[in-house]
């Protein structure tokens, strides 16, 4: 669209699924699209119109009873009344409310006293809750904040209504509870803290890759024939600025090497353990780290489109993308209030009415169902773990794009693998090459395989190339151009036509199978016998896929007779080979109908066949097209087990998904009903709501650091 842009409000106070929910719902009735809120982190996103004014969005926020950061805030200040203060502040005035029923201390007994210490803590409970339930109930997503406002709202009035009516009596303390109040906004106070502070655990890989980010950097500059280092701030950088890296040094932005060797870390972009030496010609990732060594680089990627960059922004995306998994969550949680406050009335009406309770007793039973129900266990249940589950898998060099990528992938019944770069390294040697015609050399055939090979991005192509250029003469070629599945095609200046590619060209069968054939005006010349080796771990990747009841299937556009070498050195079964693009979908359907199905590839002929199925795992070495259609990238791309460890950590995702909404229902289910039962205090219930919460978010969080390879 010509007159949207992208656009970023940092937002305060948003604490569960549910509040993200209701700012959605917001803009959305605005006319805004593409709108996308992350609770966790506070960002809200979305494309605005440009006649939509930034003011309008800023209000509508507003009006919902949060705060949206201003430019400076973004950059780190912090405002006066966080929820900290409010805690402490609370935690003062309650301490000497709530020891009142242990000390008989009398000034603590005296109701003007409980009134004044009760005062300023309500009045925080009542501006926070209230703002916030408000702006829930405007938005039509009520949540947990409605309940607190209702309940301690209800406690602190009836006491006031004591105070007036039974000032000096003797029984006064009996229509008194300020301490409930009190004690109830602290511990909500006190949850919200510790769930504030557990849910910024939750989004720590954000954090650790935005961490890798350089401030500064050396440029080198050539000055009247002599060379000069000078210091700039990363942001300045531009794409051909030469600059120098020493040892101890981060990478400060995507590029080549110039000059120099080093050994470089990049476990925390790629989850490759052992350090990689960089040369000449080698590309460089930014925030990688030189341990060893010196270099000169020139920057090819600044800013947005570093492979950093684009990673942090994938792992934002990804973890506001709900797996359907969470639906039933928060239809429960979009009306859970309004049947709590419900059974909260009939728990009054029938303790006071029918039961015969006095009143004070009655009213504390509906108190405590409103404070002991929990709406954001279920609202955190599943993205506390998506973004866990997101972030662990980042760490390990795997960026799934969203929620429902994890739940699917925990759900696949087969796995299908292309063979060339996927199973096999991708990385191909000249092994011979048989001459059919005597009009042509050897060298002419490299040079045609060089000048033909620079415009594909096939595995092979790439290969060749690294092996080719430099050594061999380039040819002037025209009306280059690639068919998928049969290769390469181009005229020399003369007008001869010829062609690069798979047996699919051959028209005839030959006694002896080549990687590829060259033909010279349709006529075959020469064949060209290719070496690929099997990657390390293949075989025991393969075999984990299959402890566990998941199919391993190969299917590759390769000769059948290659793809069968390679199925049975991996201990594969089932496999495919001589598959065009259209066949490897219609494989790639029957499969879908049978079970949910992962496609491994790389190659742009993978690229139709990688969306088709149900989860597409892309390696980092493909072509974009194949990792803009993946929902998996891999950045470790010398080992399939990061394949297993992504669906490992799909599964243990799923799993923890599903306990904690097991754990937020069955707490709902069985608390509700005690405290209705009169068998709950309302501060006992306080207390179990305010870490309700922190269970899940807690279990969540056990997701980092599980073992999760048993």
Request: proline share 2%; with cysteine; hydrophobic share 45%.
């Amino acid at each position: 669209m010509e007159n949207t842009e992208q656009k970023q409000l940092i937002v305060e106070g948003m604490t569960c699924s549910n509040c993200a929910m209701g700012v959605t719902k917001r803009l959305e009735k605005r006319g805004l699209k593409n709108v996308d809120v992350n609770f966790s982190t506070g960002e809200v996103r979305y494309a605005a119109d440009t006649d939509i004014e930034d003011e309008v969005v800023v209000s509508d926020i507003r009006s919902l009873g949060y705060r949206v950061a201003d430019e400076n805030e973004m950059l780190g200040t912090q405002r006066f009344w966080t929820i900290e203060r409010k805690f402490y502040i609370s935690l003062f005035f309650s301490i000497p409310l709530f020891l009142h029923m242990f000390i008989s201390w009398h000034v603590l007994h005296n109701p003007l006293v409980q009134l004044a210490l009760c005062i300023p803590v309500f009045v925080l409970g009542f501006i926070h809750f209230g703002k916030s339930g408000l702006g829930s109930l405007k938005s039509g997503v009520p949540n947990m904040d409605v309940l607190i406002f209702i309940g301690s709202t209800a406690a602190f009035c009836y006491s006031l209504f004591g105070v007036y009516m039974h000032w000096g009596s003797a029984n006064a303390s009996n229509y008194l509870f300020f301490e409930t109040t009190a004690t109830i906004i602290t511990l909500v106070f006190l949850g919200n803290l510790i769930e504030h502070r557990s849910v910024k655990q939750t989004t720590s890989a954000i954090q650790e890759l935005t961490a890798l980010q350089v401030d500064r950097a050396t440029k080198v500059v050539i000055v009247d024939g002599g060379v000069v280092f000078e210091d700039i701030d990363a942001k300045d950088i531009k794409v051909g600025d030469v600059l120098l890296v020493k040892n101890g040094d981060k990478i400060p932005t995507d590029g080549q090497v110039n000059s120099g060797m080093a050994k470089l870390d990049e476990s925390m972009i790629s989850g490759e353990s052992s350090w990689i030496t960089k040369t000449a010609g080698d590309e460089v990732i930014g925030g990688t780290i030189l341990h060893d060594g010196s270099i000169q680089m020139t920057a090819l990627k600044v800013g947005h489109q570093t492979v950093l960059s684009q990673i942090i922004e994938l792992v934002k995306t990804a973890q506001s993308q709900k797996p359907s998994i969470q639906k039933l969550g928060d239809r429960v949680a979009g009306i859970f209030v309004p049947i709590v406050v419900g059974i909260s009335v009939l728990t009054f009406l029938v303790w006071y009415f029918a039961l015969g309770i006095d009143f004070k007793m009655a009213l504390l039973n509906s108190i405590a169902v409103l404070v002991i129900s929990c709406p954001c266990a279920m609202g955190l249940a599943t993205p506390t773990a998506v973004m866990v589950g997101i972030s662990r898998a980042a760490r390990n060099g795997i960026l799934i794009k969203g929620g429902q990528s994890l739940e699917l992938f925990a759900k696949a019944k087969h796995i299908v693998f292309d063979k060339t770069g996927t199973i096999t390294t991708g990385d191909f040697t000249i092994e011979s090459i048989q001459l059919f015609h005597n009009e042509i050399s050897e060298d002419e055939v490299k040079s045609l395989m060089l000048s033909l090979e620079l415009y594909s991005s096939h595995p092979i192509a790439k290969s060749l190339i690294k092996q080719l250029k430099g050594k061999v003469k380039m040819l002037s070629l025209l009306q280059i151009k690639e068919e998928k599945a049969l290769g390469m095609s181009g005229k020399d200046m003369d007008g001869n036509y010829y062609q690069l590619g798979s047996h699919k060209l051959l028209t005839t069968p030959l006694d002896e199978d080549y990687s590829i054939y060259l033909f010279k005006n349709n006529v075959l010349v020469a064949g060209i016998q290719l070496a690929d080796e099997l990657r390390e771990d293949a075989f025991d990747a393969m075999q984990l896929f299959q402890s566990i009841g998941i199919t391993p299937i190969i299917l590759s556009g390769d000769k059948r007779s290659k793809v069968k070498e390679i199925a049975l050195k991996c201990g594969i079964e089932n496999y495919y080979g001589e598959q065009l693009p259209e066949q490897k979908l219609a494989k790639i359907e029957a499969l879908n109908l049978l079970g949910d199905t992962i496609m491994v590839g790389d190659g742009i002929n993978d690229a139709p066949a990688l969306a088709k199925a149900t989860i597409g795992v892309s390696l980092s070495s493909a072509t974009q097209v194949a990792i803009n259609t993946a929902e998996v990238v891999l950045l470790n791309k010398t080992s399939l087990k990061a394949v297993w460890n992504a669906y490992n950590i799909s599964t243990h995702t799923y799993l923890t998904i599903k306990q904690n909404l097991f754990w937020a229902f069955a707490y709902n289910v069985v608390a509700i009903p005690i405290a209705a039962m009169g068998f709950l205090n309302p501060m006992v219930a306080a207390l179990s709501m305010a870490f309700s919460d922190v269970i899940v978010i807690g279990n969540s969080i056990r997701l980092r650091f599980k073992n999760i390879n048993k």
